[in-house]
């Protein structure tokens, strides 16, 4: 199943969440009742506990070719947005009690890079590089592309992005790394799933080569 309602979501939302520029609060800790929580630095900078995508579900569903794609528009939640130093980390959900529809680890593949290819409208990005990994019971897919906003040569951009398949949802975690110091804090962060132990959200050996963690056809 190919999420392209998550590509959608991402698509509209990573551009505004680049130019936003008058945080609220300071970041900590995040929890969802999904059944998953994470820490930031806590010179991370918040910029919504759960975003208003209203208006990007409105106009994705436009481009929406099938109703279980439809359907994913209107189940699909945004998280907490934070930011630090031209940085944005920003979290994505599919709660299946909404979708009606339960995922499994097999459809990690095409889930996330559903949420990779809707970048492909603002961003001109390079040549992917893909992982997968183990955080507790749970396998994780992970992406890892260099981008620039189009237009702004000049200004560039690691995206990383790791999804993983919960009780309750399927999830994805994204960084827009303006440096260094911002992509460390993405991989960094303390990740808990499903009430186990928290860890590194990407831990040192998450890009070795893992022929299952390339989507089909790439």
């Not at 998550?6 to 698509?11: D, E, I, R, V």
């Not at 929406?64 to 945004?78: H, I, N, R, V």
């Amino acid at each position: 199943m190919r999420a392209l309602f998550c590509a959608a979501l991402f698509l509209t939302a990573c551009p505004a969440l680049i130019a936003q520029a008058h945080p609220a609060a300071a970041a900590h800790s995040y929890t969802s009742e999904l059944g998953f929580s994470y820490d930031l630095p806590s010179d991370w900078e918040v910029v919504s506990q759960q975003g208003d995508v209203s208006q990007a579900k409105e106009q994705a569903a436009k481009d929406a070719s099938s109703e279980q794609e439809k359907k994913g528009l209107a189940c699909a939640q945004m998280g907490m947005r934070a930011q630090h130093a031209g940085s944005v980390i920003v979290n994505v959900a599919l709660p299946f009690d909404c979708f009606g529809q339960q995922l499994s680890e097999s459809d990690l593949p095409s889930f996330g890079d559903g949420a990779s290819q809707g970048l492909k409208r603002s961003f001109d990005i390079g040549e992917p590089s893909y992982g997968s990994y183990a955080l507790g019971s749970h396998n994780v897919w992970i992406e890892r592309v260099k981008g620039t906003p189009k237009g702004q040569a000049a200004t560039p951009y690691t995206i990383e992005i790791a999804c993983a398949i919960l009780k309750k949802a399927a999830v994805c975690w994204m960084a827009i790394a303006a440096d260094d110091v911002g992509l460390q804090a993405f991989e960094h962060a303390r990740l808990a799933l499903d009430g186990e132990a928290a860890a590194a959200l990407v831990p040192a050996n998450a890009f070795k080569p893992a022929e299952t963690a390339k989507p089909e056809g790439k």
